[in-house]
């Protein structure tokens, strides 16, 4: 069974702090996602992967970085947190290829204080 | 138009009906299709995938009309733990995939 571990699943941080958002997957998928979820917006796309070193911007990506040093691990950083970033962040993996669906981490919900 | 489309509800349903949810969908050139389940305070958990020629597990049916633009997801006889917030999923360009807002649904005793 596909496991996405996300390394926090509370966090709060302070205005101004910078934040790191960890997600490790251990079945060797190629593709890599971060995605936020708030109320009445639904799930949005903040950046992704489709392979180590590489990173692709979502639908939200300002205020976000990401870094994919190795095929397992894809950290999104908050450069400096705000209020707006108060959120529940979500991790998710898939293969390469259509069809492939996505298997999520069970989420870190970020508190920006 | 929205990427992807459904109707929030919350629909109301006894123990027992069938119910029928809809999603439509703007890119005409997308290829890949789900439904996810999410519980409250949970992450999504992939439900089923949508194939052209339509497909079914168990009490679920998932449906694609190419044509129109839109899925739709059968549930027959609604169990309680049915009860939870589904979500229409289409991919983008690429391998990122667009989630609706979701469906809520209440099944009641």
């Known amino acids: 069974d596909v496991k996405v571990t996300q390394s926090s699943r509370y966090l709060v941080k302070r205005t101004g702090e910078k934040v790191f958002l960890e997600c490790v997957q251990d079945m060797d998928h190629e593709n890599m996602f971060w995605y936020r979820q708030d109320p009445g917006l639904g799930l949005r796309l903040i950046y992704f992967s489709y392979d180590v070193k590489m990173k692709e911007k979502g639908d939200i990506p300002e205020g976000y970085s990401v870094s994919r040093e190795k095929k397992e691990r894809f950290s999104l950083i908050l450069e400096s947190a705000s209020t707006n970033q108060t959120s529940m962040y979500l991790c998710?993996?898939?293969?390469?290829?259509?069809?492939?669906?996505?298997?999520f981490g069970n989420g870190t919900r970020l508190t920006v204080t | 138009r929205k990427e992807v489309e459904q109707d929030p509800g919350p629909f109301n349903v006894p123990e027992g009906a069938t119910v029928a949810f809809n999603c439509t969908y703007s890119n005409s050139a997308s290829q890949s299709f789900f439904w996810y389940r999410q519980d409250c305070r949970k992450e999504p958990k992939l439900l089923m995938s949508v194939y052209s020629s339509g497909n079914e597990d168990g009490r679920f049916t998932a449906q694609l009309n190419r044509a129109s633009q839109y899925i739709s997801l059968l549930i027959r006889d609604s169990k309680l733990s049915d009860s939870a917030t589904y979500l229409c999923?289409?991919?983008?360009?690429?391998?990122?995939?667009?989630f609706g807002k979701g469906t809520s649904l209440l099944v009641t005793p």
């Open positions: 999923v289409v991919n983008r360009s690429g391998y990122a995939l667009n």
């Open positions: 998710a993996s898939s293969i390469q290829g259509y069809n492939s669906p996505l298997h």
